[in-house]
C-alpha cells in the first residue's frame, strides 16, 4: 500500500458515473480536487485490485489520472487518482476547425504505437477460443438474441474457427472507446476507465476504437436516432473520418492486422451484447457487427 498522500475521509463533492457497481466520487482535500473509486464487493476486490495495477502500469505510458493513494475500507477496496478536467468528444469534437481534425489523429494512434513497444510475445489463442465459447453461451441467455439467432451463431462460429495466432500480448488500455476519454483545452487526450482482462493486446485496443467509431457506440445517444441534427451529421462525419485514418496507420504499422482486423472488431462488438437490456440498441450493435462484412480466415 502507498503512502496517505491526503485525508483517507476527505469531503465528498459528487457522484460521478461509475462501472462494474464501484462507486466513483469526486472529493476535495483542502483546496485540490481527486476521484476516490470504491470497489463493489469484497467478491470484486481481487479484480479491483488488478484494476490498480494496471493504472498504475499504464501510467508510465500513455496519459491517465495516476493512482495517488490505496487503502481498504471494512471489507472494500478503494484508491484515489487525479482529477483530470476535460471534454468529452461530444462536446469537443464539433467545435474543432476541419484544419484540426488530423492533430486529433495523431493524438489517438501516438499513445497506441506507445502500447505497441510494450509487446511481449503473443497472446495464447487459447484465449480467444475461451472466450468466444463463453460468449455462445451468454449471448443465447440474452433475452433478445431470438431476434437474430441464424446471424449471431454463424458469426460465433466463424471467429471459433479462426486460428488467433500472432495476436501480439502488450500492454492496453482494455476499453478504448471515445466514451473513456477526456479531451483537454489544448486538445490532448486522456484515457479513462481502464479495463483489465486476459486479452491484453493493443491490437484488441485498436479494434475496440474503430468499432466504436464505426458503430457509433459511444454517441449512441445522439447518432442512433434518425433525425436531420447538423450535431449527428458533423459527429458522424467526424467519427467515420477519424476510424478510416486510425485504421490506415495502425494496419501500415502492423501490416498483419490488417487481416485480423474484422474479427477482431467482431469479437470486441459482440462482448457488449450479454449485457446489453434493450431491445433496440440490441439491434444497433448487430447492425454494426453486420456492416464489418466477411470475416475471412487469416493467417
Same mark, same amino acid.
Not at 482535500?29 to 493504472?55: C, H, M, T, W
Not at 481498504?72 to 471534454?87: F, I, K, N, R, T
Not at 468466444?132 to 440474452?142: F, P, Q, V
Given at each position: 500500500?502507498?503512502?496517505? *498522500?491526503?485525508?483517507?475521509?476527505?469531503?465528498? &463533492?459528487?457522484?460521478?458515473?461509475?462501472?462494474?457497481?464501484? %462507486?466513483?466520487?469526486?472529493c476535495?482535500?483542502?483546496?485540490?480536487?481527486?476521484?476516490?473509486?470504491?470497489?463493489?464487493?469484497?467478491?470484486?476486490?481481487?479484480?479491483?485490485?488488478?484494476?490498480?495495477?494496471?493504472?498504475?502500469?499504464?501510467?508510465?505510458?500513455?496519459?491517465?489520472?495516476?493512482?495517488?493513494?490505496?487503502?481498504?475500507?471494512?471489507?472494500?477496496?478503494?484508491?484515489?487518482?487525479?482529477?483530470?478536467?476535460?471534454?468529452?468528444?461530444?462536446?469537443?469534437?464539433?467545435?474543432?476547425? &476541419? #484544419?484540426?481534425?488530423?492533430?486529433?489523429? /495523431?493524438?489517438?494512434?501516438?499513445?497506441?504505437?506507445?502500447?505497441?513497444?510494450?509487446?511481449?510475445?503473443?497472446?495464447?489463442p487459447?484465449?480467444?477460443?475461451?472466450?468466444?465459447? /463463453?460468449?455462445?453461451?451468454?449471448?443465447?441467455?440474452?433475452?433478445?438474441?431470438?431476434?437474430?439467432?441464424?446471424? $449471431?451463431?454463424? *458469426?460465433?462460429?466463424?471467429?471459433?474457427?479462426?486460428?488467433?495466432?500472432?495476436?501480439?500480448?502488450?500492454?492496453?488500455?482494455?476499453?478504448?472507446?471515445? /466514451?473513456?476519454?477526456?479531451?483537454?483545452?489544448?486538445?490532448?487526450?486522456?484515457? +479513462?476507465?481502464?479495463?483489465?482482462?486476459?486479452?491484453?493486446?493493443?491490437?484488441?485496443?485498436?479494434?475496440?476504437?474503430?468499432?466504436?467509431?464505426?458503430?457509433?457506440?459511444?454517441?449512441?445517444?445522439?447518432?442512433?436516432?434518425?433525425?436531420?441534427?447538423?450535431?449527428?451529421?458533423?459527429?458522424?462525419?467526424i467519427?467515420?473520418?477519424?476510424?478510416?485514418? &486510425?485504421?490506415?496507420?495502425?494496419?501500415?504499422?502492423?501490416?498483419?492486422?490488417?487481416? #485480423?482486423?474484422?474479427?477482431?472488431?467482431? $469479437?470486441?462488438?459482440?462482448?457488449?451484447?450479454?449485457?446489453v437490456?434493450?431491445?433496440?440498441?440490441?439491434?444497433?450493435?448487430?447492425?454494426?457487427?453486420?456492416r +464489418?462484412? %466477411?470475416?475471412e480466415?487469416?493467417?
Amino acid at each position: 500500500m502507498t503512502a496517505h *498522500l491526503i485525508d483517507i475521509n476527505p469531503q465528498h &463533492v459528487r457522484t460521478l458515473t461509475g462501472h462494474s457497481g464501484c %462507486s466513483v466520487s469526486l472529493c476535495l482535500d483542502g483546496d485540490r480536487y481527486f476521484v476516490r473509486k470504491v470497489s463493489a464487493s469484497p467478491a470484486y476486490n481481487a479484480r479491483f485490485r488488478l484494476q490498480i495495477e494496471k493504472q498504475n502500469a499504464l501510467a508510465d505510458v500513455i496519459a491517465t489520472p495516476r493512482v495517488l493513494q490505496q487503502g481498504e475500507a471494512g471489507d472494500l477496496l478503494w484508491y484515489d487518482m487525479e482529477y483530470v478536467q476535460g471534454h468529452g468528444f461530444v462536446s469537443f469534437a464539433p467545435l474543432q476547425a &476541419v #484544419a484540426s481534425i488530423p492533430a486529433m489523429v /495523431e493524438r489517438l494512434t501516438d499513445p497506441l504505437h506507445r502500447l505497441s513497444a510494450t509487446v511481449s510475445g503473443s497472446l495464447d489463442p487459447a484465449l480467444f477460443h475461451a472466450k468466444i465459447a /463463453e460468449l455462445k453461451t451468454s449471448i443465447a441467455k440474452s433475452p433478445f438474441y431470438d431476434t437474430e439467432p441464424q446471424f $449471431l451463431d454463424a *458469426l460465433l462460429e466463424q471467429l471459433a474457427a479462426q486460428a488467433w495466432t500472432g495476436i501480439p500480448q502488450t500492454l492496453c488500455h482494455g476499453d478504448l472507446t471515445v /466514451e473513456n476519454m477526456l479531451i483537454r483545452d489544448n486538445g490532448s487526450i486522456v484515457f +479513462i476507465d481502464l479495463l483489465d482482462g486476459n486479452l491484453e493486446s493493443v491490437w484488441m485496443d485498436v479494434a475496440k476504437l474503430i468499432q466504436d467509431l464505426e458503430s457509433g457506440w459511444s454517441l449512441r445517444s445522439i447518432l442512433w436516432h434518425d433525425r436531420p441534427d447538423p450535431t449527428a451529421k458533423l459527429l458522424r462525419t467526424i467519427s467515420r473520418y477519424l476510424a478510416e485514418e &486510425v485504421t490506415s496507420q495502425m494496419t501500415g504499422f502492423f501490416p498483419k492486422l490488417d487481416a #485480423a482486423l474484422p474479427s477482431l472488431r467482431a $469479437l470486441q462488438a459482440l462482448r457488449v451484447l450479454p449485457y446489453v437490456r434493450d431491445a433496440t440498441i440490441f439491434s444497433r450493435v448487430v447492425s454494426g457487427l453486420r456492416r +464489418i462484412g %466477411s470475416i475471412e480466415a487469416y493467417a
